[in-house]
């Protein structure tokens, strides 16, 4: 399969930010042969696009656009992660690798155009995804419909704990 040239790869990764919100930075020096594969399964399985570049690859292809912060961060050995369902997905799984492949490491990130470092990366990873925020978004509307419930039901159920003390008190009395 012939290889692309780096300008053809600038300009297909471009291609593939230009939807993108966020992406990370990882340093993958010294890691084994085995936690690469590893790596990448775990990328692909959150649904996640992981690729290592060449610097002036990823360079060529974030200039001009609103991740192009993201050359302070070019140094050294690099790969991008990213999704374009979840922004916190590829945080998420360079995270949990990171914990456990000690040459394994998060340099940064780009989030509309704001660099993060390590730390605001893993709070990138820390914020729910699409599906949890769907989920929290559907139970704060059906907060007040329940309560509104609640409190229509509060007056009848008060009233059968009255009867109900009433015929106790009744039944004790005879």
């Not at 060449?54 to 050294?76: C, D, F, M, Q, R």
Request: hydrophobic fraction near 40%; glycine fraction near 6%; proline fraction near 4%.
């Amino acid at each position: 399969m012939p290889t692309l040239s780096k300008h053809e790869q600038s300009a297909k990764l471009r291609e593939e930010l230009s939807d993108v919100s966020a992406f990370i930075l990882v340093d993958y020096t010294g890691i084994t042969v085995a936690e690469a594969s590893d790596v990448r399964n775990k990328f692909r399985d959150a649904k996640c696009r992981y690729q290592v570049y060449k610097n002036s690859v990823i360079h060529y292809a974030v200039t001009g656009t609103k991740h192009e912060p993201a050359t302070a961060l070019l140094k050294g050995m690099t790969g991008i992660a990213f999704s374009s369902e979840d922004p916190g997905a590829a945080a998420r799984v360079a995270r949990d690798f990171a914990k456990d492949a000690k040459n394994f490491k998060i340099k940064g990130g780009i989030i509309d155009g704001q660099t993060l470092d390590a730390s605001g990366v893993n709070r990138l990873a820390d914020m729910p995804g699409p599906r949890e925020l769907k989920a929290q978004f559907l139970a704060l509307l059906n907060t007040p419909a329940t309560s509104f419930v609640r409190v229509l039901n509060a007056a009848p159920q008060s009233f059968l704990y009255l009867l109900n003390a009433r015929k106790d008190q009744l039944a004790a009395a005879s």
